[in-house]
């Protein structure tokens, strides 16, 4: 039989089911649970190395599946869904350890890496996604599989985030479904084509097309933070550190992104998407949610509720990417897919272990750390660095390519928007570097936990490290053939402009 | 054959340079060498000294970059190692605990940055480099902060972050415009295109700001004057000359821009004015040079090379004719500024007399001799006998001149500020007179 | 081939009323062996319903007139795709019910309990069977009685209470069909359904008795507003039989509803009031339970009122079935067969909490989700199925009604529905919520047996793998001979 039609689907089955059989296991087998969660990670990254090769070589992968009449359940790979599910699968594994470490002795670890591997199972699905009603199914199990990872830990304050996370995303949901109805009912079709399927629609239909963008806009808008519907991001929070990695730098956030990568460019087709005049609004309100999100986070003392908010402003620029619609910009949209995860994980990595090790949750706390944790605050250091767009870290990359973008297109102000949300950036970071590297110590840390010499646990101590020397090289290696940078072009160039 | 080998060592030498004081900022390895700030000039100290010139090229790395090294970055690489040198030996001990506030870390930091900032090709690394060394001055400036050294800490960030943004605007408009970075093609085709002018404005912005060229200065004031001697020293290496190197690097190249130069010889002939005013009424007849008399030197300099920019930009051949006087120049001011600080100039903010300056510079001379007698006594456990005679002579060098530098002698010395000055100018002059 | 021609010709259809017939007798003869017979009769059924099923894909919808007296003097049984699906549900959730009911009832309930649900069992499948209206009604009646003394069964003065109201309902229901059927009769003569609807006119009579025959099938269905006897009943009844009847009885009363609306009759229904009512009671009825279930505090009252809610959707094909008449049909049988498997799953886990903590106070379900995590899970899916979300039998058939609105602008009826969507998200998320958490004071856990999890556990995945399977429901679907107006094949 045709393996290359199976391949997709054995990519979803290597976490879905490891998670369905941690769930069986009973707390206290912790060799098994970890047995299973890096046979799954290491399983999904040589299917996705396979992928690679194959792709590379010119091979097609898609498995289809009938779900509806005349709609298939379509799992396609493509270079976009590559390297999505490339920076998944990679940060996944990375989480897992990480995840390991942090959560030793807390309860119910079989439950959470049940989630965890859901969670990933449907951000696989999301990438691999064909067509819109594939995505959509993918996109709820997203919602439905993180639920439980953010009231994980069974507080009221955890319930009510739970509550509030919920109403943001089921609504988005309805509304992603009624867009999608819409457009299948004026058009008969959901496949991601490249350069979109509408070109041929008439004059006629125009307004419902437009009321269809903003529809799906709004629903993938919810999780992809754009303001105003980022309530929901700063108090998910609440949920264990690696949640929080895995949340903002991979799987919902950046799913969110994703989606209206693929809605502007393989179902409207970028050019028309212009022509309709909806991009421009769209810029606006990237633009809006960056330097709110900046701004926002100038005023939290929190360390996690600051990376939240930091994380708002910075996926948007993937949507200003898209909004301003060339290769450039594209290069720049989709390349910030991969550069803010890893930098954003970096961060969120490095907050986890100072709440682990030391009980810092805020950053007034921070004073000195530098000293106590130096390789957790040096990868924290390169993260912060990413964020303001210093060079040779890899946000450097995006900023610039979505500067060029914007003057090759004429969209000066957009330059100013980047200027600003750097200012705001340093603002915001700087500060709580100059915390930690330059201020005394204090006399005894909120509530600390001492690792024999090392500064914390190793599997805590190494994800972060190994995220942030990835950021750098994504930044320093830019030219190499297989970096962030050079996939992304070659994205640009097949999957969006070639004619 | 063995020459070409030869040259290929010694072009490894060039991103040595660079990589080496990276290297040796990791805390746990630099504290366990000795003389680590020292240690890291090494491969610096090479190149200034073996005067052939090469270059290498790594397109592998950010957008395709190279080092290269030539006569005119050999006066100022020279003048930065010397600087540094001094720094060095006059800022902490050999050995550092790894659980100080890691001052040696930003020390080397801001040495790779300096380093690389010399040595690269093209724009792209230069403000990689660029960014490295702002970063990691910052933590120098504020070692042992004092309030007042953390707001002259603060101004000089707030800076360096709108000058880092203007230069990456400056860097999108070449981007826009061309391929390539290398410093004479992006000069040359950005004085062709019609917006060189914002580029212009953007460059002008952004290095006027990181050299506190006049009327950006304020902040190297506050430096200055808050700081310790070393931060002094490695200001005038680190910043400022980097920057006037960056100015000259990327500012472009027209025959017409007459506005454009006018600009620059306006504010270089302001920055002149205005710093001759305050060091004339500031007193320094009665109590001779100070810090902030000496902040004022420096504007006067930047000044000046402002002002003979904007002239070679109304006038290109001018810039033919003197552009290699432009480095030999900026290190000879480097240089003599340095030891105008090193020795003679009084510190506001240090509780330091008259007296103890003479002190400084005996416990110098201490520490040469105990370097000597060690050294003879490597010597003659190796049994090298010319070594021996070495300690002999030296020891005799240095009694002679701890006698002429005794107590009144020194006094005299320091604070007379004629004889100050008249040193510092044959200094220049000398300097100055080699390099044409 | 021999077998496979005696399979094929086998009556399975009268099997499948008469062994339920059988196993009631000798539930009710055997006490003391109830369980086992009930358990063996249950999974005969579910036999013969395959048999029946291969059958139809043979040959097509099957009749067959018992001893051999056609109609319209004898009694006819007919079998096409609907009823073949509607008769696979009630097997297969019958079936698990009666693994569940095995260990949860005790023995003096449960001789009372098996004989009276295999009686349910024989109504049901009969029902589905039934080809004349008279039939129809006897079957009902035979329905609603088994029913309510399957509500009373445990004699508290709630269950009483809410059997009594239903028995009220169902009794005045049962007559006004009964007067409807007369009406019919009186009419025309037959009461057979394909004979009459070739002779069915559009006179006052007719009109007269469409409405009995509504009002009182909106009564067994409980469409709001007649709705006011579900909540009691199905909330204070014992878990399986209310699973039985929120799954299974109230569909059995939409079915008539569906079978006569499509076929009786077609001529009258065109009529743009009839539809527009019934679409506006579909609409609220969504609403309104959605809403009284949000501010519910038992779990078991939550349920039910999502019942009402669900039916309301299931009432939205009238509207939609004027053209693109397939799509909004497929769509309803569908919800049908995904919400008869998830309610019962979610009703059998509400059993499951009942008996681990001895109360359904959905505000101290104590950390449920860690120590009864296979009943967790069932409400969780069977939740995912009812709220419409993907992948699930509930999404697939939402999917199908908002098709079928959206191709005739029915902006109304799509916001009724994702707004619907969103509220009963809203409910059952606030119970997986408290699940997680700790309730305030602890109590005294019993243990809950694996048979009991498992089952409500089978039937929520069933609910969810439904959304997988749209192409072999979609067959058996297909298998019909009566073309309504709009010329889609029922």
Same mark, same amino acid.
């Given at each position: 039989?045709?393996?290359?039609?199976?391949?997709?689907?054995?990519?979803?089955?290597?976490s879905l089911l490891p998670g369905l059989l941690i769930f069986s296991l009973a707390e206290e087998n912790v060799q098994t649970r970890v047995m299973l969660n890096l046979f799954g990670?290491?399983?999904?990254?040589?299917?996705?190395?396979?992928?690679?090769?194959?792709?590379?070589? @010119?091979?097609?992968?898609?498995?289809?599946?009938?779900?509806?009449?005349?709609?298939?359940?379509?799992?396609?790979?493509?270079?976009?869904?590559?390297?999505?599910?490339?920076?998944?699968?990679?940060?996944?594994?990375?989480?897992t350890?990480?995840a390991i470490g942090y959560l030793e002795d807390s309860p119910h670890r079989s439950r959470f890496f049940g989630f965890f591997s859901l969670?990933?199972?449907?951000?696989?699905?999301?990438?691999?996604?064909?067509?819109?009603?594939?995505?959509?199914?993918?996109?709820?199990?997203?919602?439905?599989?993180?639920?439980p990872l953010?009231?994980h830990r069974g507080?009221?304050?955890?319930?009510?985030?739970?509550?509030?996370?919920?109403?943001?995303?089921?609504?988005?949901?309805?509304?992603?479904?009624?867009?999608?109805?819409?457009?299948?009912?004026?058009?008969?079709?959901?496949?991601?084509?490249?350069?979109?399927?509408?070109?041929?629609?008439?004059?006629?239909?125009?307004?419902?097309?437009?009321?269809?963008? +903003?529809?799906?806009?709004?629903?993938?808008?919810?999780?992809?933070?754009?303001?105003?519907?980022?309530?929901?991001?700063?108090? +998910?929070?609440?949920?264990p550190?690696?949640?929080?990695?895995?949340?903002?730098?991979?799987?919902?956030?950046?799913?969110?992104?994703?989606?209206?990568?693929?809605?502007?460019?393989?179902?409207?087709?970028?050019?028309?998407?212009?022509?309709?005049?909806?991009?421009?609004?769209?810029?606006?309100?990237?633009?809006?949610?960056?330097?709110?999100?900046?701004?926002?986070?100038?005023?939290?003392?929190?360390?996690?509720?600051?990376?939240?908010?930091?994380?708002?402003?910075?996926?948007?620029?993937? +949507?200003?990417?898209?909004?301003? +619609?060339?290769?450039?910009?594209?290069?720049?949209?989709?390349?910030?897919?991969?550069?803010? @995860?890893?930098?954003?994980?970096?961060?969120?990595?490095?907050? @986890?272990?100072?709440?682990?090790?030391?009980?810092?949750?805020?950053?007034?706390?921070?004073?000195?750390?530098?000293?106590?944790?130096?390789?957790?605050?040096?990868?924290?250091?390169?993260?912060?660095?990413?964020?303001?767009?210093?060079?040779?870290?890899?946000?450097?990359?995006?900023?610039?390519?979505?500067?060029?973008?914007?003057?090759?297109?004429?969209?000066?102000?957009?330059?100013?928007?980047?200027?600003?949300?750097?200012?705001?950036?340093?603002?915001?970071?700087? *500060?709580?570097?100059?915390?930690?590297?330059?201020?005394?110590? *204090?006399?005894?840390?909120?509530?600390?936990?001492?690792?024999?010499?090392?500064?914390?646990?190793?599997?805590?101590?190494?994800?972060?490290?190994?995220?942030?020397?990835?950021?750098?090289?994504?930044?320093?290696?830019?030219?190499?053939?297989?970096?962030?940078?050079?996939?992304?072009?070659?994205?640009?160039?097949?999957?969006?402009?070639? *004619? | 054959?063995?020459?070409? /080998?030869?040259?290929?060592?010694?072009?490894? &030498?060039?991103?040595?340079?660079?990589?080496?004081?990276?290297?040796?900022?990791?805390?746990?390895? $630099?504290?366990?060498?000795?003389?680590?700030?020292?240690?890291?000039?090494?491969?610096?100290?090479?190149?200034?000294?073996?005067?052939?010139?090469?270059?290498?090229?790594?397109?592998?790395?950010?957008?395709?970059?190279?080092?290269?090294?030539?006569?005119?970055?050999?006066?100022?690489?020279?003048?930065?190692?010397?600087?540094?040198?001094?720094?060095?030996?006059?800022?902490?001990?050999?050995?550092?605990?790894?659980?100080?506030?890691?001052?040696?870390?930003?020390?080397?930091?801001?040495?790779?940055?300096?380093?690389?900032?010399?040595?690269? &090709?093209?724009?792209?690394?230069?403000?990689?480099?660029? &960014?490295?060394?702002?970063?990691?001055?910052?933590?120098?400036?504020?070692?042992?902060?004092?309030?007042?050294?953390?707001?002259?800490?603060?101004?000089?960030?707030?800076?360096?972050?709108?000058?880092?943004?203007?230069?990456?605007?400056?860097?999108?408009?070449?981007?826009?415009?061309?391929? $390539?970075?290398?410093?004479? /093609?992006?000069?040359?085709?950005?004085?062709?295109?019609?917006?060189?002018?914002?580029?212009?404005?953007?460059?002008?912005?952004?290095?006027?700001?990181?050299?506190?060229?006049?009327?950006?200065?304020?902040?190297?004031?506050?430096?200055?004057?808050?700081?310790?001697?070393?931060?002094?020293?490695?200001?005038?290496?680190?910043?400022?000359? /980097?920057?006037?190197?960056?100015?000259?690097?990327?500012?472009?190249?027209?025959?017409?821009?007459?506005?454009?130069?006018?600009? /620059?010889?306006?504010?270089?002939?302001?920055?002149?004015?205005?710093?001759?005013?305050?060091?004339?009424?500031?007193?320094?007849?009665?109590?001779?040079?100070?810090?902030?008399?000496?902040?004022?030197?420096?504007?006067?300099?930047?000044?000046?090379?402002?002002?003979?920019?904007?002239?070679?930009?109304?006038?290109?051949?001018?810039?033919? $004719?003197?552009?290699?006087?432009?480095?030999?120049?900026?290190?000879?001011?480097?240089?003599?500024?340095?030891?105008?600080?090193?020795?003679?100039?009084?510190? $506001?903010?240090?509780?330091?007399?008259?007296?103890?300056?003479?002190?400084?510079?005996?416990?110098?001379?201490?520490?040469?001799?105990?370097?000597?007698?060690?050294?003879?006594?490597?010597?003659?456990?190796?049994?090298?006998?010319?070594?021996?005679?070495?300690?002999?002579?030296?020891?005799?060098?240095?009694?002679?001149?701890?006698?002429?530098?005794?107590?009144?002698?020194?006094?005299?010395?320091?604070?007379?500020?004629?004889?100050?000055?008249?040193?510092?100018?044959?200094?220049?002059?000398?300097?100055?007179?080699?390099?044409? | 081939?021999?077998?496979?021609?005696?399979?094929?010709?086998?009556?399975?259809?009268?099997?499948?009323?008469?062994?339920?017939?059988?196993?009631?007798?000798?539930?009710?003869?055997?006490?003391?062996?109830?369980?086992?017979?009930?358990?063996?009769? %249950?999974?005969?059924?579910?036999?013969?319903?395959?048999?029946?099923?291969?059958?139809?894909?043979?040959?097509?919808?099957?009749?067959?007139?018992?001893?051999?007296?056609?109609?319209?003097?004898?009694?006819?049984?007919?079998?096409?795709?609907?009823?073949?699906?509607?008769?696979?549900?009630?097997?297969?959730?019958?079936?698990?019910?009666?693994?569940?009911?095995?260990?949860?009832?005790?023995?003096?309930?449960?001789?009372?309990?098996?004989?009276?649900?295999?009686?349910?069992?024989?109504?049901?499948?009969?029902?589905?069977?039934?080809?004349?209206?008279?039939?129809?009604?006897?079957?009902?009646?035979?329905?609603?009685?088994?029913?309510?003394?399957?509500?009373?069964?445990?004699?508290?003065?709630?269950?009483?209470?809410?059997?009594?109201?239903?028995?009220?309902?169902?009794?005045?229901?049962?007559?006004?069909?009964?007067?409807?059927?007369?009406?019919?009769?009186?009419?025309?003569?037959? !009461?057979?359904?394909?004979?009459?609807?070739?002779?069915?006119?559009?006179?006052?009579? !007719?009109?007269?008795?469409?409405?009995?025959?509504?009002? %009182?099938? =909106?009564?067994?269905?409980?469409?709001?507003?007649?709705?006011?006897?579900?909540?009691?009943?199905?909330?204070?009844?014992?878990?399986?039989?209310?699973?039985?009847?929120?799954?299974?009885?109230?569909?059995?009363?939409?079915?008539?509803?569906?079978?006569?609306?499509?076929?009786?009759?077609?001529?009258?229904?065109?009529?743009?009031?009839?539809?527009?009512?019934?679409?506006?009671?579909?609409?609220?009825?969504?609403?309104?339970?959605?809403?009284?279930?949000?501010?519910?505090?038992?779990?078991?009252?939550?349920?039910?009122?999502?019942?009402?809610?669900?039916?309301?959707?299931?009432?939205?094909?009238?509207?939609?079935?004027? %053209?693109?008449?397939?799509?909004?049909?497929?769509?309803?049988?569908?919800?049908?067969?995904?919400?008869?498997?998830?309610?019962?799953?979610?009703?059998?886990?509400?059993?499951n909490?009942?008996?681990f903590?001895?109360?359904?106070?959905?505000?101290?379900?104590d950390r449920v989700v860690q120590r009864l995590p296979l009943t967790a899970a069932a409400?969780a899916?069977?939740?995912?199925?009812? =709220?419409?979300?993907?992948?699930?039998?509930?999404?697939?058939?939402?999917?199908?009604?908002?098709?079928?609105? =959206?191709?005739?602008?029915?902006?109304?009826?799509?916001?009724?529905?994702?707004?619907?969507?969103?509220?009963?998200?809203?409910?059952?998320?606030?119970?997986?919520?408290?699940t997680f %958490?700790p309730?305030?004071?602890?109590?005294?856990a019993?243990p809950v047996s694996a048979t009991m999890q498992w089952?409500?556990l089978?039937?929520?995945?069933?609910?969810?793998?439904?959304?997988?399977?749209?192409?072999?429901?979609?067959?058996?679907?297909?298998?019909?001979?009566?073309?309504?107006?709009?010329?889609?094949?029922?």
């Amino acid at each position: 039989m045709n393996w290359n039609d199976w391949i997709p689907l054995l990519v979803l089955m290597s976490s879905l089911l490891p998670g369905l059989l941690i769930f069986s296991l009973a707390e206290e087998n912790v060799q098994t649970r970890v047995m299973l969660n890096l046979f799954g990670a290491l399983a999904k990254l040589a299917l996705v190395g396979l992928m690679l090769w194959g792709v590379y070589h @010119g091979h097609h992968y898609e498995t289809r599946l009938p779900l509806l009449p005349n709609l298939d359940l379509v799992l396609r790979v493509g270079p976009l869904s590559l390297l999505f599910i490339t920076l998944s699968t990679i940060l996944w594994l990375v989480t897992t350890v990480y995840a390991i470490g942090y959560l030793e002795d807390s309860p119910h670890r079989s439950r959470f890496f049940g989630f965890f591997s859901l969670c990933v199972t449907a951000t696989v699905g999301v990438a691999l996604a064909g067509n819109l009603i594939s995505f959509l199914l993918f996109y709820e199990l997203l919602t439905l599989a993180t639920y439980p990872l953010i009231i994980h830990r069974g507080t009221e304050e955890a319930r009510q985030a739970g509550k509030i996370y919920l109403r943001y995303t089921i609504s988005g949901g309805a509304l992603l479904l009624i867009g999608t109805v819409w457009l299948y009912s004026l058009t008969g079709s959901l496949e991601f084509t490249p350069k979109g399927f509408l070109f041929n629609i008439g004059e006629q239909h125009y307004p419902a097309l437009i009321g269809i963008f +903003a529809l799906l806009i709004t629903g993938l808008g919810v999780k992809a933070a754009l303001v105003p519907l980022h309530g929901w991001l700063p108090l +998910a929070m609440i949920a264990p550190a690696p949640v929080s990695a895995l949340l903002h730098a991979v799987a919902v956030v950046k799913a969110g992104a994703f989606g209206i990568i693929r809605v502007v460019y393989d179902v409207f087709g970028v050019e028309f998407s212009a022509g309709l005049g909806v991009l421009k609004p769209l810029a606006w309100l990237a633009a809006f949610t960056i330097i709110y999100g900046s701004l926002r986070a100038l005023f939290q003392n929190d360390l996690k509720r600051r990376l939240a908010y930091s994380t708002i402003s910075q996926v948007s620029y993937i +949507a200003l990417g898209v909004a301003i +619609a060339g290769p450039i910009a594209t290069i720049g949209g989709v390349v910030h897919l991969v550069h803010q @995860g890893l930098m954003k994980i970096t961060l969120f990595f490095c907050a @986890g272990n100072l709440a682990e090790t030391l009980g810092i949750h805020k950053i007034s706390e921070m004073n000195g750390v530098g000293r106590r944790m130096p390789w957790t605050m040096a990868a924290f250091t390169i993260g912060a660095f990413g964020m303001i767009g210093a060079p040779p870290i890899a946000g450097f990359i995006s900023k610039w390519y979505l500067g060029l973008g914007a003057l090759n297109n004429d969209q000066n102000w957009v330059i100013f928007v980047l200027a600003g949300s750097s200012l705001l950036n340093a603002a915001y970071f700087l *500060p709580i570097l100059h915390r930690a590297w330059f201020m005394p110590l *204090p006399e005894s840390w909120p509530d600390e936990h001492h690792f024999g010499n090392k500064e914390t646990a190793w599997a805590l101590l190494l994800p972060p490290l190994v995220t942030a020397a990835m950021a750098l090289a994504a930044g320093l290696l830019v030219t190499l053939p297989f970096s962030p940078l050079e996939w992304a072009k070659l994205i640009s160039v097949r999957e969006f402009y070639q *004619p | 054959m063995s020459s070409a /080998m030869n040259i290929e060592f010694y072009t490894m &030498t060039l991103w040595i340079a660079v990589i080496w004081p990276l290297v040796l900022s990791i805390p746990s390895l $630099h504290s366990r060498l000795p003389w680590p700030r020292h240690l890291a000039l090494l491969p610096a100290a090479v190149l200034t000294v073996i005067p052939i010139d090469v270059s290498i090229e790594i397109p592998w790395l950010l957008y395709g970059t190279g080092f290269a090294i030539d006569g005119n970055i050999r006066w100022i690489l020279g003048a930065v190692v010397v600087i540094w040198f001094a720094a060095a030996t006059i800022s902490l001990p050999a050995k550092e605990k790894a659980s100080s506030n890691y001052s040696t870390t930003f020390y080397l930091l801001s040495l790779a940055g300096s380093l690389g900032v010399l040595l690269t &090709t093209e724009l792209v690394a230069f403000f990689s480099f660029s &960014t490295l060394m702002g970063y990691s001055f910052y933590a120098l400036l504020i070692q042992n902060g004092n309030s007042a050294r953390q707001r002259a800490g603060r101004l000089y960030l707030y800076v360096l972050i709108v000058a880092d943004i203007a230069l990456f605007e400056a860097l999108l408009l070449v981007a826009f415009t061309t391929e $390539h970075f290398q410093y004479e /093609m992006v000069r040359q085709t950005m004085a062709d295109i019609s917006s060189s002018s914002v580029y212009f404005y953007m460059v002008l912005i952004g290095f006027f700001l990181k050299a506190a060229i006049w009327p950006f200065y304020f902040w190297l004031t506050a430096a200055f004057k808050s700081g310790s001697r070393t931060i002094a020293l490695l200001l005038i290496a680190g910043p400022v000359t /980097m920057s006037l190197l960056g100015l000259l690097r990327w500012l472009p190249v027209r025959d017409d821009i007459y506005r454009l130069g006018l600009i /620059m010889q306006l504010l270089g002939a302001a920055a002149i004015l205005h710093s001759a005013l305050k060091i004339f009424t500031s007193g320094i007849f009665k109590q001779g040079l100070t810090r902030f008399n000496t902040t004022w030197l420096i504007v006067a300099f930047t000044g000046l090379l402002s002002f003979a920019l904007g002239t070679t930009m109304q006038n290109p051949t001018l810039s033919q $004719h003197y552009s290699y006087i432009v480095y030999p120049t900026i290190s000879a001011f480097s240089l003599s500024l340095s030891l105008l600080i090193l020795t003679t100039v009084k510190i $506001h903010s240090e509780p330091e007399s008259v007296e103890n300056r003479p002190v400084l510079i005996i416990n110098t001379f201490h520490k040469l001799k105990k370097w000597l007698h060690s050294t003879q006594q490597l010597a003659s456990g190796l049994k090298l006998k010319t070594l021996a005679l070495w300690d002999k002579s030296g020891s005799f060098v240095i009694k002679q001149y701890q006698h002429i530098c005794s107590e009144q002698k020194i006094k005299f010395f320091v604070t007379d500020w004629k004889t100050n000055i008249t040193l510092f100018l044959i200094l220049g002059l000398a300097i100055t007179w080699l390099a044409i | 081939m021999e077998m496979q021609n005696a399979f094929m010709a086998f009556p399975w259809a009268v099997v499948l009323i008469l062994l339920p017939l059988a196993g009631a007798l000798s539930c009710f003869l055997f006490p003391r062996i109830c369980r086992t017979l009930g358990l063996i009769t %249950s999974f005969a059924t579910v036999i013969a319903v395959v048999g029946l099923g291969w059958q139809l894909l043979e040959h097509g919808s099957y009749r067959h007139a018992i001893g051999g007296w056609g109609a319209p003097l004898g009694i006819e049984l007919y079998a096409d795709g609907l009823s073949l699906l509607m008769l696979a549900t009630t097997g297969l959730v019958g079936f698990a019910i009666s693994v569940y009911s095995t260990t949860y009832f005790k023995a003096a309930v449960a001789i009372k309990f098996w004989p009276i649900w295999m009686c349910l069992l024989a109504a049901l499948n009969a029902l589905f069977l039934s080809a004349d209206i008279f039939n129809l009604y006897v079957t009902l009646e035979l329905l609603g009685l088994s029913a309510v003394a399957l509500t009373a069964l445990t004699g508290s003065k709630e269950a009483l209470n809410g059997a009594m109201r239903y028995l009220l309902a169902t009794l005045l229901a049962s007559l006004t069909y009964l007067l409807g059927v007369a009406l019919l009769y009186h009419s025309f003569g037959s !009461v057979d359904i394909t004979l009459l609807a070739k002779q069915i006119q559009a006179t006052s009579a !007719v009109w007269a008795a469409l409405g009995l025959i509504a009002v %009182s099938l =909106m009564l067994k269905t409980a469409l709001f507003p007649l709705h006011f006897w579900l909540p009691p009943a199905h909330g204070s009844a014992p878990a399986p039989v209310s699973a039985l009847l929120s799954a299974l009885v109230i569909k059995a009363s939409f079915y008539i509803f569906l079978r006569l609306w499509f076929t009786l009759f077609d001529p009258l229904i065109d009529n743009e009031a009839i539809n527009t009512l019934l679409g506006l009671l579909g609409c609220a009825a969504i609403l309104w339970g959605s809403i009284q279930a949000l501010r519910q505090t038992r779990l078991k009252l939550l349920i039910a009122y999502s019942t009402v809610a669900q039916v309301g959707y299931l009432f939205l094909v009238f509207p939609l079935s004027a %053209s693109m008449g397939s799509v909004a049909w497929n769509g309803v049988a569908y919800l049908i067969i995904s919400h008869a498997l998830a309610k019962s799953a979610m009703f059998l886990s509400a059993g499951n909490l009942l008996f681990f903590g001895g109360h359904d106070r959905i505000a101290d379900l104590d950390r449920v989700v860690q120590r009864l995590p296979l009943t967790a899970a069932a409400f969780a899916l069977a939740g995912v199925s009812i =709220m419409g979300i993907p992948p699930s039998g509930g999404f697939i058939g939402k999917w199908l009604l908002l098709e079928a609105a =959206m191709s005739q602008s029915r902006w109304d009826l799509i916001v009724v529905m994702i707004i619907g969507g969103v509220l009963a998200a809203a409910y059952i998320f606030k119970v997986i919520g408290y699940t997680f %958490s700790p309730a305030e004071v602890a109590h005294e856990a019993q243990p809950v047996s694996a048979t009991m999890q498992w089952s409500a556990l089978l039937l929520a995945i069933a609910a969810i793998l439904l959304g997988f399977l749209y192409v072999p429901i979609l067959t058996l679907l297909g298998i019909s001979d009566i073309i309504i107006a709009s010329g889609a094949r029922l």
